[in-house]
């Protein structure tokens, strides 16, 4: 029965989700005290608790706009009400603090500045004028300086900075935006910066305020500044100066590898990009991830090596004040409106986060380093992301801006940790219907790479709360993640990894990002560089039929020598010639493939082909991807990964609008067979046709391969839900063409949004299929 208006009730209401460090207490308190409400609000470790008294109607208006207008940080995942016995309180609704007890709280990613923090930032006024930590309970660090939870300063990075008396003042008024803003600072109570001049430097150090200046005048100059971020060191040059950008590429061995660059705002993006609507608002979300931008055609800003070879630039926008002093307050000297900003590490290493360590493993690389004393507790790497014609987003790189920010399940899973591959690597706990990825870690080919993964993870138990019973890890042998989770169960007696195929877990990520519960198999259409197959080849190239149970190899690229494994993936020209082989197209001089290896090289090839040295059998679409861009003479020797298949989707982009012919595969019998493509491709080379009509019918012919695969699928299956897994389907062109014929026949298509299509969102699949296979167990 409900209660009159007039008469007083009291409710105890629970808010989990996303409640902390976003204020959501001074939301409360407001709240109460505009209703003429009594009671309080504390955090627990479960997320938010509050008892609240007064009329009938006031109490409901309160608890409806807990959910439907909480602060802009928050997410609000359930709210429960609970009736208790009115105690006549008519004082004032008050903040309490914290409650220890058990439970789980969400904790939220970094955001970027808000614009009430960098206009005091640029006040000569404001007692934070050019404080380069300034930040509020909109805005900040979060994730990155949280060492447990519940998240409270003496839980922070910011526990060694003690509160002066005007930030404690500001810290205790629930009126103020900085009420309980745990990373509150000001010139007074610090953090502290400081610019170390590499050894032997006529540059003088630097602290306070003329550090920012310092390190603007050296990227003025030519300079390349380590400067420490939120997640970590980066690596800053200007970007408009080709000799600076050209020796940070030189140090760092980055080859031909594109740098992503940050813009002083929008006006200068402009100036080297055309972003769309939808990409501005992506740039300029809270989140600030690196956003894939087509590059402006006549612009002359930036310096020619800053993106060689591709029509697209990685932009981002200032996220921290820092980086707004970095270019420049009104009335500072100029400086670079553009800069390089590339992750402070060396290549195959983690990204740096310790002062001291960047000092000794960023020496010859930087020529000063802008430094802080607050210490990152988690490193986290900018996220990357591109916008699709239709506005949605798929993300390539999940890190800042995003994580810990917990994904939904649609089944529940035990406490899991599942540890994702060897490339792109991103670990991933779940718990009930909750996945937490952690940060980007890159590629787990050293030392210092697994030991980054082992902190991670700690890190990431210890701020959700998982204690994992299950571990997942890719079914490759030899992959250093799976040997990693195989020493994480050695201390547990009788337990042993779940091991999960490649593919079926790209499937299932796919499947679980969309909610799907597994009652009824996709068609799934995995498309990769290479995975370990059942069959001990390596698989790329697979169209299975899947569920969270197991799958089935309803189809796959027919299989070609992979001469020299792994280590040939470096010779584009190399994988052509071996696709040839294998489709018999003789390597007549004529052929850019040919013409790039020298004639010993050849002699070597033909040998290793012939006898099956060293050569592994891939179905793998990637390497295909690689073959035909050295075939069409696009990419003959690649400097980093996915090089020459990105050069050969530039070059189909630049035609894509005019040329709508296709290379037809032969299918049959489960098999895929790229020999018909070859032998027309060679032909078309022959008659004279432009390399981006060649490349654009290549990727126009997998994608109706794909369609016709899928079709009889459905005639034997009855399915019609078609997933897109795999980093292959990063390539723009190749994903909207599959997603438009597909959805042209009947087909209901999932593509990723939030977790990337490449291996950093495979530890997702791996999770739900190991949660799913112990569950029947």
Not at 314 to 320: A, E, F, K, N
Request: charged share 20%; glycine share 10%; hydrophobic share 40%.
């Amino acid at each position: 029965m409900t209660a009159p208006a007039a008469q007083a009730v009291r409710r105890r209401v629970t808010v989990r989700g996303t409640v902390q460090g976003v204020g959501f207490r001074p939301f409360v308190h407001r709240l109460a005290t505009d209703l003429t409400l009594a009671g309080f609000v504390s955090n627990t470790a479960s997320g938010v608790l509050i008892e609240v008294e007064g009329p009938a109607d006031g109490v409901a208006r309160f608890c409806d706009r807990l959910a439907t207008q909480p602060p802009p940080l928050a997410t609000v995942t359930g709210v429960e009400v609970e009736d208790l016995i009115t105690t006549g309180a008519d004082d004032a609704f008050t903040i309490r603090s914290t409650e220890r007890s058990q439970g789980r709280t969400l904790l939220p990613p970094d955001t970027a500045t808000c614009a009430d923090c960098l206009r005091e930032l640029a006040d000569p006024g404001d007692r934070r004028h050019r404080h380069p930590f300034v930040t509020c309970t909109h805005c900040g660090p979060r994730f990155t300086i949280a060492t447990g939870m519940p998240y409270d300063r003496a839980l922070t990075t910011m526990t060694g900075f003690p509160l002066c008396s005007a930030c404690a003042r500001e810290y205790g008024d629930p009126g103020d935006r900085r009420f309980h803003a745990q990373p509150v600072a000001c010139p007074d109570c610090g953090p502290r910066l400081r610019l170390v001049p590499a050894a032997g430097s006529s540059v003088r150090p630097a602290r306070d305020a003329g550090a920012p200046a310092t390190a603007r005048a050296l990227l003025t100059g030519g300079r390349i500044v380590a400067v420490k971020g939120l997640g970590g060191y980066h690596l800053a040059c200007d970007a408009t100066d080709a000799r600076a950008v050209d020796t940070l590429r030189t140090r760092k061995a980055r080859g031909g590898k594109p740098f992503a660059v940050m813009c002083a705002d929008l006006e200068t993006v402009r100036r080297i990009a055309t972003p769309s609507p939808a990409e501005v608002a992506a740039l300029t979300s809270p989140r600030r991830p690196i956003v894939l931008l087509r590059r402006r055609a006549s612009q002359e800003l930036l310096a020619p090596g800053v993106c060689p070879g591709s029509p697209h630039l990685g932009v981002m926008l200032p996220y921290t004040p820092l980086h707004a002093l970095l270019f420049g307050l009104p009335g500072d000297p100029p400086g670079p409106r553009v800069l390089v900003m590339t992750s402070g590490n060396r290549s195959g290493e983690p990204i740096v986060t310790d002062d001291d360590e960047a000092l000794t493993r960023l020496a010859g690389l930087a020529d000063a380093w802008l430094a802080h004393d607050r210490p990152i507790a988690s490193p986290c790497d900018d996220s990357l992301l591109r916008v699709r014609p239709d506005g949605t987003e798929q993300v390539l790189r999940r890190s800042r801006g995003y994580v810990p920010r917990p994904l939904r399940l649609p089944v529940a899973v035990r406490p899991t940790l599942a540890v994702g591959g060897d490339l792109k690597n991103a670990l991933c706990v779940g718990e009930g219907d909750q996945a937490w990825f952690g940060p980007h870690i890159g590629d787990m080919g050293d030392l210092a790479t697994l030991e980054a993964a082992g902190r991670a993870e700690a890190r990431m138990r210890c701020l959700t709360g998982v204690t994992p019973e299950l571990v997942a890890a890719d079914r490759h042998p030899g992959y250093h993640s799976a040997r990693w989770a195989r020493r994480r169960v050695a201390p547990l007696p009788g337990r042993t990894p779940v091991f999960v195929q490649h593919h079926h877990a790209h499937i299932a990520s796919a499947m679980a990002e969309h909610g799907l519960d597994g009652t009824r198999p996709v068609i799934g259409v995995a498309f990769d560089g290479t995975g370990y197959g059942d069959d001990g080849t390596v698989w790329g190239g697979e169209i299975l039929l899947a569920d969270y149970a197991g799958f089935r190899r309803f189809a796959r690229l027919t299989p070609a020598p992979l001469p020299g494994g792994d280590a040939g993936v470096a010779n584009p020209c190399r994988l052509a010639l071996a696709r040839l082989w294998a489709a018999g197209v003789p390597w007549d001089a004529d052929l850019p493939c040919v013409a790039a290896c020298t004639p010993g090289e050849l002699t070597l090839l033909e040998r290793q082909l012939n006898r099956a040295l060293a050569c592994a059998a891939t179905s793998s679409m990637g390497r295909l991807f690689d073959a035909v861009s050295s075939l069409a003479g696009v990419c003959h020797r690649a400097e980093y990964e996915a090089q020459a298949a990105l050069e050969l989707e530039a070059a189909a982009a630049s035609v894509w609008g005019t040329d709508t012919s296709a290379y037809a595969f032969g299918i049959a019998g489960g098999a895929c067979d790229p020999a018909p493509v070859l032998g027309a491709l060679v032909a078309d080379l022959r008659r004279g046709t432009p390399v981006p009509v060649l490349a654009a019918r290549f990727h126009r012919g997998v994608a109706r391969a794909v369609v016709e695969i899928c079709r009889r699928a459905r005639q034997d299956t009855g399915l019609t839900t078609v997933a897109l897994s795999g980093g292959v389907f990063a390539n723009a062109l190749l994903e909207e063409e599959c997603t438009r014929l597909l959805a042209g026949d009947g087909f209901a298509v999932l593509r990723h949004g939030e977790v990337p299509p490449n291996d950093g969102g495979l530890a997702l699949g791996q999770l739900v299929v190991a949660a799913h296979r112990r569950l029947e167990e």
